[in-house]
Protein backbone atom coordinates (compact mmCIF):
# COMPACT_ATOMS: atom_id res chain seq x y z
CA UNK A 1 0.00 0.00 0.00
CA UNK A 2 3.18 2.30 0.61
CA UNK A 3 5.12 1.22 -2.37
CA UNK A 4 4.62 4.72 -3.93
CA UNK A 5 5.57 6.39 -0.85
CA UNK A 6 8.69 4.12 0.07
CA UNK A 7 9.97 5.17 -3.65
CA UNK A 8 9.78 8.27 -3.26
CA UNK A 9 11.12 8.13 0.79
CA UNK A 10 13.93 5.91 -1.21
CA UNK A 11 14.50 8.79 -3.68
CA UNK A 12 15.15 11.60 -0.93
CA UNK A 13 18.75 10.68 -1.06
CA UNK A 14 20.35 12.76 1.36
CA UNK A 15 18.24 16.20 0.39
CA UNK A 16 18.12 17.82 3.56
CA UNK A 17 14.64 19.70 4.90
CA UNK A 18 16.63 22.61 5.17
CA UNK A 19 17.05 22.80 1.28
CA UNK A 20 13.65 22.78 0.31
CA UNK A 21 13.59 26.47 1.59
CA UNK A 22 14.71 27.60 -1.86
CA UNK A 23 11.71 27.83 -2.23
CA UNK A 24 10.68 31.06 -0.58
CA UNK A 25 6.82 30.06 -0.89
CA UNK A 26 7.55 26.74 1.13
CA UNK A 27 6.21 28.02 4.33
CA UNK A 28 2.98 28.78 3.19
CA UNK A 29 2.21 26.24 0.98
CA UNK A 30 3.25 23.69 4.00
CA UNK A 31 1.16 25.64 6.35
CA UNK A 32 -2.54 25.31 6.94
CA UNK A 33 -4.37 27.83 8.49
CA UNK A 34 -7.82 27.33 9.67
CA UNK A 35 -9.63 27.88 12.47
CA UNK A 36 -7.23 30.87 13.52
CA UNK A 37 -4.61 28.41 14.42
CA UNK A 38 -1.37 27.53 12.01
CA UNK A 39 -0.59 24.01 11.65
CA UNK A 40 2.96 23.91 9.85
CA UNK A 41 4.42 21.42 8.66
CA UNK A 42 7.09 22.74 6.30
CA UNK A 43 9.91 21.46 8.37
CA UNK A 44 9.56 17.89 6.99
CA UNK A 45 10.72 16.28 4.04
CA UNK A 46 7.14 16.10 2.75
CA UNK A 47 7.50 17.82 -0.79
CA UNK A 48 4.73 18.47 -3.55
CA UNK A 49 5.24 14.88 -5.17
CA UNK A 50 4.97 13.03 -1.46
CA UNK A 51 2.07 15.00 -0.22
CA UNK A 52 -0.08 14.51 -4.01
CA UNK A 53 1.34 10.68 -3.02
CA UNK A 54 0.19 11.15 0.36
CA UNK A 55 -3.69 12.66 -0.44
CA UNK A 56 -3.77 9.71 -3.46
CA UNK A 57 -3.09 7.14 -0.68
CA UNK A 58 -6.15 9.07 1.85
CA UNK A 59 -8.78 8.99 -1.77
CA UNK A 60 -7.90 5.11 -2.12
CA UNK A 61 -8.20 4.49 1.35
CA UNK A 62 -11.99 6.12 1.12
CA UNK A 63 -11.38 8.18 3.96
CA UNK A 64 -14.20 10.52 3.26
CA UNK A 65 -16.60 8.13 2.62
CA UNK A 66 -15.55 6.70 6.18
CA UNK A 67 -15.81 9.99 7.51
CA UNK A 68 -19.43 10.57 6.63
CA UNK A 69 -20.43 7.01 7.56
CA UNK A 70 -19.06 7.60 11.16
CA UNK A 71 -20.79 11.28 11.69
CA UNK A 72 -24.20 9.76 9.79
CA UNK A 73 -24.03 6.96 12.56
CA UNK A 74 -23.20 3.85 10.67
CA UNK A 75 -21.65 1.26 12.66
CA UNK A 76 -17.98 1.62 11.97
CA UNK A 77 -16.89 -0.01 15.65
CA UNK A 78 -17.56 -3.35 13.41
CA UNK A 79 -16.23 -6.03 16.12
CA UNK A 80 -18.21 -4.55 19.08
CA UNK A 81 -21.18 -3.17 16.17
CA UNK A 82 -21.39 0.23 17.70
CA UNK A 83 -22.02 3.60 16.05
CA UNK A 84 -19.20 6.28 16.97
CA UNK A 85 -20.77 9.49 17.41
CA UNK A 86 -18.69 11.42 20.14
CA UNK A 87 -19.22 13.94 17.59
CA UNK A 88 -23.01 14.40 18.04
CA UNK A 89 -22.37 15.63 22.01
CA UNK A 90 -20.84 18.50 20.44
CA UNK A 91 -23.47 18.94 18.04
CA UNK A 92 -25.05 22.18 19.88
CA UNK A 93 -26.46 23.40 16.84
CA UNK A 94 -28.71 19.93 16.93
CA UNK A 95 -28.46 19.05 13.72
CA UNK A 96 -30.31 15.54 13.88
CA UNK A 97 -27.95 12.51 14.38
CA UNK A 98 -29.62 9.55 13.73
CA UNK A 99 -28.97 5.94 15.21
CA UNK A 100 -30.72 3.02 13.61
CA UNK A 101 -33.02 6.02 12.48
CA UNK A 102 -33.64 7.77 16.00
CA UNK A 103 -32.33 11.15 16.48
CA UNK A 104 -30.14 11.03 19.38
CA UNK A 105 -29.43 14.72 19.79
CA UNK A 106 -33.03 15.60 22.30
CA UNK A 107 -31.10 12.98 24.74
CA UNK A 108 -27.99 14.22 24.65
CA UNK A 109 -29.62 18.22 24.96
CA UNK A 110 -31.35 16.99 27.81
CA UNK A 111 -28.38 15.54 29.26
CA UNK A 112 -25.96 18.61 28.77
CA UNK A 113 -28.63 20.51 30.00
CA UNK A 114 -29.40 18.38 33.28
CA UNK A 115 -25.70 18.62 33.77
CA UNK A 116 -25.36 22.60 33.57
CA UNK A 117 -28.17 22.72 36.38
CA UNK A 118 -26.36 20.16 38.77
CA UNK A 119 -23.22 21.89 37.81
CA UNK A 120 -24.88 25.88 38.75
CA UNK A 121 -26.10 24.00 41.89
CA UNK A 122 -23.24 22.96 43.11
CA UNK A 123 -21.16 25.59 42.57
CA UNK A 124 -23.71 28.07 44.15
CA UNK A 125 -23.34 25.64 46.99
CA UNK A 126 -20.65 25.28 49.89
CA UNK A 127 -19.11 22.74 48.31
CA UNK A 128 -15.00 23.05 48.20
CA UNK A 129 -13.74 20.09 47.00
CA UNK A 130 -15.19 17.76 44.22
CA UNK A 131 -13.35 14.11 43.60
CA UNK A 132 -13.88 12.53 40.00
CA UNK A 133 -12.93 8.51 40.50
CA UNK A 134 -12.28 7.05 37.05
CA UNK A 135 -9.82 5.76 35.33
CA UNK A 136 -8.62 5.81 31.59
CA UNK A 137 -10.98 7.63 29.39
CA UNK A 138 -13.03 8.49 32.61
CA UNK A 139 -9.96 10.59 33.71
CA UNK A 140 -7.57 11.32 31.38
CA UNK A 141 -9.75 13.68 29.53
CA UNK A 142 -11.21 16.14 32.45
CA UNK A 143 -7.78 15.72 34.09
CA UNK A 144 -5.93 16.94 30.75
CA UNK A 145 -8.95 19.55 30.07
CA UNK A 146 -9.43 21.24 33.86
CA UNK A 147 -5.25 21.69 34.05
CA UNK A 148 -5.68 23.20 30.51
CA UNK A 149 -8.01 26.05 31.38
CA UNK A 150 -6.65 27.05 35.39
CA UNK A 151 -7.11 30.59 34.29
CA UNK A 152 -10.74 30.06 33.76
CA UNK A 153 -11.83 27.95 37.05
CA UNK A 154 -14.13 29.70 39.08
CA UNK A 155 -15.45 26.82 40.63
CA UNK A 156 -14.76 24.02 43.12
CA UNK A 157 -11.31 22.61 43.97
CA UNK A 158 -11.34 19.06 41.37
CA UNK A 159 -9.09 16.09 42.25
CA UNK A 160 -8.92 13.33 39.91
CA UNK A 161 -8.44 9.98 41.51
CA UNK A 162 -7.69 6.90 39.33
CA UNK A 163 -4.95 4.58 40.44
CA UNK A 164 -5.95 1.20 42.44
CA UNK A 165 -2.84 1.85 44.75
CA UNK A 166 -4.74 3.35 47.38
CA UNK A 167 -2.26 6.03 48.07
CA UNK A 168 -3.77 8.04 45.21
CA UNK A 169 -7.05 7.81 47.07
CA UNK A 170 -5.50 8.75 50.74
CA UNK A 171 -3.28 11.94 49.47
CA UNK A 172 -6.48 13.13 47.67
CA UNK A 173 -8.99 12.39 50.59
CA UNK A 174 -6.20 13.98 53.04
CA UNK A 175 -6.87 17.53 51.27
CA UNK A 176 -10.66 17.06 51.39
CA UNK A 177 -13.12 17.95 54.46
CA UNK A 178 -15.62 15.36 54.19
CA UNK A 179 -19.03 17.62 54.82
CA UNK A 180 -18.24 19.92 51.89
CA UNK A 181 -16.77 17.44 49.78
CA UNK A 182 -18.94 15.93 46.53
CA UNK A 183 -17.82 12.74 44.54
CA UNK A 184 -17.82 11.99 40.85
CA UNK A 185 -18.05 7.91 40.13
CA UNK A 186 -16.95 8.71 36.58
CA UNK A 187 -17.05 4.86 34.18
CA UNK A 188 -18.40 3.57 31.28
CA UNK A 189 -19.53 0.74 32.88
CA UNK A 190 -19.35 1.27 35.83
CA UNK A 191 -17.49 -2.54 36.64
CA UNK A 192 -13.55 -1.05 36.47
CA UNK A 193 -11.95 -2.79 39.35
CA UNK A 194 -9.75 0.62 40.07
CA UNK A 195 -12.91 3.02 40.43
CA UNK A 196 -15.28 0.46 41.99
CA UNK A 197 -12.49 -0.13 44.69
CA UNK A 198 -12.10 3.71 44.80
CA UNK A 199 -15.55 4.29 44.76
CA UNK A 200 -15.89 1.77 48.10
CA UNK A 201 -13.20 3.40 49.82
CA UNK A 202 -14.47 7.03 49.07
CA UNK A 203 -18.34 5.91 50.88
CA UNK A 204 -16.17 4.42 53.66
CA UNK A 205 -14.26 7.27 54.16
CA UNK A 206 -16.93 9.58 54.61
CA UNK A 207 -19.09 7.02 57.25
CA UNK A 208 -15.82 6.66 59.09
CA UNK A 209 -15.93 10.41 59.60
CA UNK A 210 -19.29 10.42 60.36
CA UNK A 211 -21.03 12.28 57.16
CA UNK A 212 -24.11 11.04 55.51
CA UNK A 213 -23.42 10.15 51.95
CA UNK A 214 -26.69 11.15 51.03
CA UNK A 215 -26.13 14.13 47.91
CA UNK A 216 -22.38 13.04 48.29
CA UNK A 217 -22.02 10.78 45.00
CA UNK A 218 -22.48 11.37 41.56
CA UNK A 219 -22.44 8.74 38.36
CA UNK A 220 -21.19 9.34 35.27
CA UNK A 221 -22.05 5.78 33.13
CA UNK A 222 -23.50 3.97 30.65
CA UNK A 223 -24.68 1.75 32.82
CA UNK A 224 -27.52 3.76 35.21
CA UNK A 225 -29.06 0.53 36.58
CA UNK A 226 -25.42 -0.54 38.30
CA UNK A 227 -25.02 3.02 39.45
CA UNK A 228 -28.27 2.80 41.19
CA UNK A 229 -27.02 -0.69 42.68
CA UNK A 230 -24.21 1.42 44.18
CA UNK A 231 -26.39 3.52 45.94
CA UNK A 232 -26.78 6.66 43.15
CA UNK A 233 -30.66 8.06 42.64
CA UNK A 234 -31.53 8.43 39.04
CA UNK A 235 -31.23 11.89 39.63
CA UNK A 236 -27.48 12.14 40.39
CA UNK A 237 -26.73 9.79 36.87
CA UNK A 238 -25.70 11.19 33.75
CA UNK A 239 -25.76 8.39 31.57
CA UNK A 240 -24.47 7.94 27.90
CA UNK A 241 -24.72 5.76 25.11
CA UNK A 242 -22.34 3.05 23.79
CA UNK A 243 -21.76 4.92 20.61
CA UNK A 244 -19.66 7.46 23.09
CA UNK A 245 -16.02 5.77 23.61
CA UNK A 246 -14.08 5.94 27.07
CA UNK A 247 -11.41 7.74 24.93
CA UNK A 248 -13.41 9.90 23.68
CA UNK A 249 -16.22 10.51 26.25
CA UNK A 250 -14.97 13.94 27.49
CA UNK A 251 -17.84 16.06 26.07
CA UNK A 252 -20.53 14.83 27.70
CA UNK A 253 -21.41 13.59 31.61
CA UNK A 254 -17.35 12.49 31.91
CA UNK A 255 -16.41 16.37 31.48
CA UNK A 256 -18.34 17.04 34.10
CA UNK A 257 -15.72 17.94 36.82
CA UNK A 258 -14.57 19.92 33.81
CA UNK A 259 -17.77 21.91 34.01
CA UNK A 260 -17.88 22.29 37.80
CA UNK A 261 -14.42 24.22 37.57
CA UNK A 262 -14.72 25.90 34.70
CA UNK A 263 -18.20 26.78 34.70
CA UNK A 264 -21.25 25.93 32.02
CA UNK A 265 -20.73 28.45 29.72
CA UNK A 266 -16.84 27.86 29.86
CA UNK A 267 -18.02 23.93 29.05
CA UNK A 268 -20.21 25.29 25.78
CA UNK A 269 -17.10 27.19 24.68
CA UNK A 270 -14.71 23.89 24.92
CA UNK A 271 -17.77 22.33 22.85
CA UNK A 272 -18.08 24.59 21.13
CA UNK A 273 -14.39 24.79 19.81
CA UNK A 274 -14.37 21.24 19.18
CA UNK A 275 -17.71 21.29 16.70
CA UNK A 276 -16.23 23.82 14.87
CA UNK A 277 -13.41 21.50 14.35
CA UNK A 278 -15.82 18.96 13.30
CA UNK A 279 -17.32 21.29 10.92
CA UNK A 280 -13.93 22.01 9.18
CA UNK A 281 -13.07 17.97 9.14
CA UNK A 282 -16.64 17.46 7.13
CA UNK A 283 -15.95 20.23 4.90
CA UNK A 284 -12.80 20.71 4.04
CA UNK A 285 -11.29 19.13 0.77
CA UNK A 286 -8.39 17.00 2.40
CA UNK A 287 -5.73 18.96 0.97
CA UNK A 288 -6.71 21.74 3.32
CA UNK A 289 -7.98 19.59 6.00
CA UNK A 290 -5.94 19.83 9.04
CA UNK A 291 -6.75 16.38 10.47
CA UNK A 292 -6.14 14.57 7.45
CA UNK A 293 -2.75 16.50 6.91
CA UNK A 294 -1.72 15.98 10.66
CA UNK A 295 -2.70 12.11 10.24
CA UNK A 296 -0.82 12.12 6.74
CA UNK A 297 2.28 13.73 8.08
CA UNK A 298 2.11 10.89 10.98
CA UNK A 299 1.66 8.23 7.90
CA UNK A 300 4.70 9.42 6.42
CA UNK A 301 7.13 9.24 9.32
CA UNK A 302 5.60 6.17 10.92
CA UNK A 303 4.41 3.68 7.96
CA UNK A 304 6.62 4.98 5.84
CA UNK A 305 10.15 5.99 7.11
CA UNK A 306 9.53 3.44 9.66
CA UNK A 307 10.22 6.14 12.36
CA UNK A 308 8.51 4.08 15.67
CA UNK A 309 7.80 6.91 17.86
CA UNK A 310 6.45 10.95 17.80
CA UNK A 311 7.26 13.12 20.74
CA UNK A 312 4.20 15.84 21.86
CA UNK A 313 5.78 18.45 22.81
CA UNK A 314 3.64 21.33 24.49
CA UNK A 315 5.21 24.67 24.78
CA UNK A 316 2.48 25.05 26.79
CA UNK A 317 2.78 24.25 30.84
CA UNK A 318 -0.82 23.65 31.45
CA UNK A 319 -1.01 21.26 28.71
CA UNK A 320 1.20 18.60 30.97
CA UNK A 321 -1.18 15.93 30.64
CA UNK A 322 -1.85 16.26 26.90
CA UNK A 323 0.78 13.69 25.89
CA UNK A 324 -1.05 11.20 28.31
CA UNK A 325 -3.66 11.72 27.02
CA UNK A 326 -2.82 11.32 23.40
CA UNK A 327 -1.28 8.17 24.76
CA UNK A 328 -4.09 6.54 25.40
CA UNK A 329 -6.02 8.39 21.91
CA UNK A 330 -3.73 7.43 19.87
CA UNK A 331 -2.46 3.93 21.11
CA UNK A 332 -5.82 2.47 22.73
CA UNK A 333 -7.10 3.67 19.25
CA UNK A 334 -4.13 2.80 16.56
CA UNK A 335 -2.22 0.06 18.41
CA UNK A 336 -3.85 -2.94 16.96
CA UNK A 337 -1.94 -5.96 15.01
CA UNK A 338 -4.67 -6.66 12.78
CA UNK A 339 -7.27 -4.82 10.20
CA UNK A 340 -10.74 -4.84 10.25
CA UNK A 341 -10.96 -7.96 8.10
CA UNK A 342 -8.83 -9.99 11.15
CA UNK A 343 -5.45 -10.31 9.19
CA UNK A 344 -1.96 -9.38 10.25
CA UNK A 345 -1.44 -5.80 9.78
CA UNK A 346 1.06 -5.81 6.81
CA UNK A 347 2.65 -2.86 8.31
CA UNK A 348 3.86 -0.97 11.40
CA UNK A 349 0.23 -0.34 13.18
CA UNK A 350 -0.10 3.43 14.77
CA UNK A 351 3.12 4.69 16.76
CA UNK A 352 4.11 4.79 20.24
CA UNK A 353 3.08 8.69 21.89
CA UNK A 354 4.97 10.08 24.55
CA UNK A 355 6.19 13.73 25.36
CA UNK A 356 6.52 16.50 28.26
CA UNK A 357 6.14 20.09 27.93
CA UNK A 358 8.38 22.08 26.63
CA UNK A 359 10.85 23.65 27.81
CA UNK A 360 11.33 20.82 31.14
CA UNK A 361 11.89 18.37 28.09
CA UNK A 362 14.90 20.27 27.01
CA UNK A 363 16.85 19.63 30.27
CA UNK A 364 15.72 15.89 29.85
CA UNK A 365 15.53 13.86 26.71
CA UNK A 366 16.21 16.01 23.95
CA UNK A 367 19.57 15.11 23.99
CA UNK A 368 18.29 12.18 22.49
CA UNK A 369 16.30 13.84 20.14
CA UNK A 370 19.17 15.72 18.83
CA UNK A 371 21.92 13.92 18.34
CA UNK A 372 20.26 10.16 19.43
CA UNK A 373 20.88 7.51 16.64
CA UNK A 374 16.90 7.12 15.66
CA UNK A 375 14.90 10.10 14.22
CA UNK A 376 12.18 11.44 16.83
CA UNK A 377 9.48 13.14 15.03
CA UNK A 378 8.64 16.13 17.32
CA UNK A 379 5.28 17.91 17.42
CA UNK A 380 5.22 21.26 18.78
CA UNK A 381 2.22 23.07 20.20
CA UNK A 382 2.60 26.37 22.00
CA UNK A 383 0.11 29.53 22.02
CA UNK A 384 0.94 33.06 20.78
CA UNK A 385 0.41 34.55 24.31
CA UNK A 386 -0.22 33.52 27.53
CA UNK A 387 -2.53 34.33 30.54
CA UNK A 388 -0.21 36.25 32.79
CA UNK A 389 0.05 39.60 31.42
CA UNK A 390 2.68 40.55 33.94
CA UNK A 391 4.85 37.79 33.07
CA UNK A 392 5.27 38.31 29.23
CA UNK A 393 8.94 38.10 29.22
CA UNK A 394 8.64 34.41 30.14
CA UNK A 395 5.94 34.35 27.28
CA UNK A 396 8.48 35.60 25.11
CA UNK A 397 11.38 33.31 26.32
CA UNK A 398 8.27 29.89 25.80
CA UNK A 399 7.75 31.08 22.07
CA UNK A 400 11.73 31.71 21.60
CA UNK A 401 12.36 28.13 22.80
CA UNK A 402 9.75 26.43 20.98
CA UNK A 403 10.87 27.97 17.82
CA UNK A 404 14.73 27.80 18.65
CA UNK A 405 14.03 23.53 18.60
CA UNK A 406 12.61 23.19 15.81
CA UNK A 407 15.23 25.13 13.85
CA UNK A 408 17.50 23.16 15.48
CA UNK A 409 16.26 19.63 14.79
CA UNK A 410 16.20 20.86 11.06
CA UNK A 411 19.43 22.80 10.76
CA UNK A 412 22.01 20.59 12.88
CA UNK A 413 25.56 21.40 13.41
CA UNK A 414 27.67 20.60 10.69
CA UNK A 415 31.58 19.19 11.85
CA UNK A 416 32.94 22.15 10.03
CA UNK A 417 30.79 24.30 12.38
CA UNK A 418 31.69 22.52 15.46
CA UNK A 419 35.09 22.74 15.00
CA UNK A 420 35.38 26.38 14.38
CA UNK A 421 34.02 26.94 17.85
CA UNK A 422 36.05 24.70 19.63
CA UNK A 423 38.90 25.30 17.59
CA UNK A 424 40.39 28.03 20.25
CA UNK A 425 40.18 25.23 22.93
CA UNK A 426 41.96 22.45 21.33
CA UNK A 427 44.23 21.47 18.59
CA UNK A 428 44.54 18.36 16.44
CA UNK A 429 43.23 15.25 16.96
CA UNK A 430 41.90 16.17 19.95
CA UNK A 431 39.60 19.27 18.16
CA UNK A 432 38.60 16.96 15.99
CA UNK A 433 37.11 14.68 18.61
CA UNK A 434 35.68 17.69 20.62
CA UNK A 435 34.37 18.68 17.43
CA UNK A 436 32.47 15.38 17.04
CA UNK A 437 31.04 15.61 20.55
CA UNK A 438 29.29 18.73 19.12
CA UNK A 439 27.96 18.09 15.66
CA UNK A 440 24.04 17.70 15.53
CA UNK A 441 22.98 16.18 12.36
CA UNK A 442 19.83 17.91 11.83
CA UNK A 443 17.40 17.16 8.79
CA UNK A 444 15.44 15.63 11.82
CA UNK A 445 11.35 16.78 11.23
CA UNK A 446 9.24 18.52 12.98
CA UNK A 447 5.26 20.52 13.20
CA UNK A 448 4.59 23.04 15.09
CA UNK A 449 0.62 23.47 15.70
CA UNK A 450 0.28 27.29 16.89
CA UNK A 451 -2.56 29.33 18.14
CA UNK A 452 -3.54 32.73 19.53
CA UNK A 453 -4.21 31.80 23.70
CA UNK A 454 -5.19 28.14 25.21
CA UNK A 455 -8.87 29.31 26.03
CA UNK A 456 -11.58 26.63 26.54
CA UNK A 457 -13.20 26.90 23.08
CA UNK A 458 -9.05 26.42 21.37
CA UNK A 459 -8.90 23.44 23.80
CA UNK A 460 -11.84 21.54 22.30
CA UNK A 461 -10.21 22.78 19.02
CA UNK A 462 -6.80 21.24 19.69
CA UNK A 463 -8.31 17.62 21.27
CA UNK A 464 -11.15 17.23 18.41
CA UNK A 465 -8.19 17.68 15.72
CA UNK A 466 -6.23 14.96 17.20
CA UNK A 467 -9.16 12.51 17.63
CA UNK A 468 -10.26 12.96 13.59
CA UNK A 469 -6.51 12.53 13.37
CA UNK A 470 -6.41 8.91 14.95
CA UNK A 471 -9.64 8.35 12.82
CA UNK A 472 -7.82 9.00 9.48
CA UNK A 473 -5.13 7.33 10.46
CA UNK A 474 -7.15 4.51 11.52
CA UNK A 475 -8.78 4.74 8.51
CA UNK A 476 -5.31 4.24 6.37
CA UNK A 477 -3.97 1.60 8.08
CA UNK A 478 -7.39 -0.24 7.65
CA UNK A 479 -7.98 -0.68 11.76
CA UNK A 480 -10.90 -0.58 13.83
CA UNK A 481 -9.83 2.89 15.95
CA UNK A 482 -12.98 2.34 18.88
CA UNK A 483 -12.50 -0.96 19.98
CA UNK A 484 -9.44 -1.96 22.38
CA UNK A 485 -9.52 -5.86 23.11
CA UNK A 486 -5.50 -5.36 24.01
CA UNK A 487 -6.58 -4.23 27.16
CA UNK A 488 -8.55 -7.02 28.73
CA UNK A 489 -6.32 -10.09 29.08
CA UNK A 490 -3.85 -8.20 32.11
CA UNK A 491 -6.92 -7.60 33.68
CA UNK A 492 -8.13 -10.97 33.33
CA UNK A 493 -4.87 -12.58 34.58
CA UNK A 494 -5.64 -9.81 37.85
CA UNK A 495 -8.78 -10.86 38.87
CA UNK A 496 -7.17 -14.36 38.80
CA UNK A 497 -3.94 -13.44 40.52
CA UNK A 498 -6.03 -11.80 43.53
CA UNK A 499 -6.75 -14.99 45.55
CA UNK A 500 -2.51 -15.77 45.00
CA UNK A 501 -2.02 -12.29 46.42
CA UNK A 502 -3.99 -12.68 49.15
CA UNK A 503 -2.58 -15.77 50.09
CA UNK A 504 -5.90 -17.46 49.50
CA UNK A 505 -4.34 -20.07 46.91
CA UNK A 506 -1.38 -21.27 45.89
CA UNK A 507 0.71 -20.56 43.01
CA UNK A 508 0.82 -24.07 41.36
CA UNK A 509 0.38 -23.62 37.28
CA UNK A 510 2.11 -19.78 37.45
CA UNK A 511 5.25 -20.09 35.46
CA UNK A 512 8.45 -19.54 37.61
CA UNK A 513 9.14 -16.12 37.43
CA UNK A 514 4.84 -15.14 39.00
CA UNK A 515 5.35 -17.71 41.43
CA UNK A 516 8.70 -16.36 42.58
CA UNK A 517 7.48 -12.84 42.58
CA UNK A 518 4.30 -13.50 44.53
CA UNK A 519 6.87 -15.97 47.01
CA UNK A 520 9.21 -12.25 47.67
CA UNK A 521 5.40 -10.55 47.88
CA UNK A 522 4.21 -12.71 50.55
CA UNK A 523 7.49 -12.64 52.91
CA UNK A 524 7.60 -8.58 52.70
CA UNK A 525 3.74 -8.12 53.47
CA UNK A 526 2.68 -5.92 55.41
CA UNK A 527 1.38 -8.06 58.85
O1 LIG B 1 -9.10 -0.65 30.26
C1 LIG B 1 -9.33 0.25 29.24
C2 LIG B 1 -10.64 0.97 29.41
O2 LIG B 1 -11.66 0.14 29.03
C3 LIG B 1 -10.62 2.25 28.62
O3 LIG B 1 -10.94 2.08 27.30
C4 LIG B 1 -11.57 3.08 29.39
O4 LIG B 1 -11.44 4.43 29.08
C5 LIG B 1 -11.18 2.73 30.80
O5 LIG B 1 -10.85 1.37 30.75
C6 LIG B 1 -12.18 3.00 31.86
O6 LIG B 1 -13.37 2.32 31.63
P1 LIG B 1 -14.71 2.72 32.39
O7 LIG B 1 -15.04 4.12 32.02
O8 LIG B 1 -15.73 1.75 31.91
O9 LIG B 1 -14.46 2.60 33.86
Redesign the pocket.
Known amino acids: MFETLKTLAKGLGDRRIEDLFADVGRADAFSLEALGMRFDYAKTQIDDDIRAALLDLAESRDVAVRRDAMFAGQKINETEGRAVLHTALRNLDARPVLVEGRDVMPGVLDTLARMEALANEIRGSDVTDVVNI??????LGPVMATLALAPYHDGPRCHFVSNVDGADIADTLRRCDPARTVFII???????IE?MTNAETAKRWLADKGVDEAGKFIAL?SDVARAGAFGIPPERCFGFADWV???Y?VWGP?GLSLMLAIGPEGFTAFLRGAEAMDRHFVEAPLAANMPVLLALVGIWHNQVLGHATRAVLPYDNRLSRLPAYLQ?LEM?SNGKGVGMDGAALPYDSGPIVWGEPGTNGQHAFYQLIHQGTRVVPCEFLVAAQGHEPDLRHHHDLLVANCLAQSEALMRGRSLDEARARVAGQFEGDELDRQARHRVFPGNRPSTTLIYPLLDPETLGKIVALYEHRVFVEGVILGINSYD?WG?ELG?ELATALGPLVRGEAGAGGKDGSTAALLRFAHTHKAT
Not at 134 to 139: L, Y
Not at 186 to 192: G, M, N, R
Open positions: GIGGSDASKTFTTTSGGRSIQEQVK
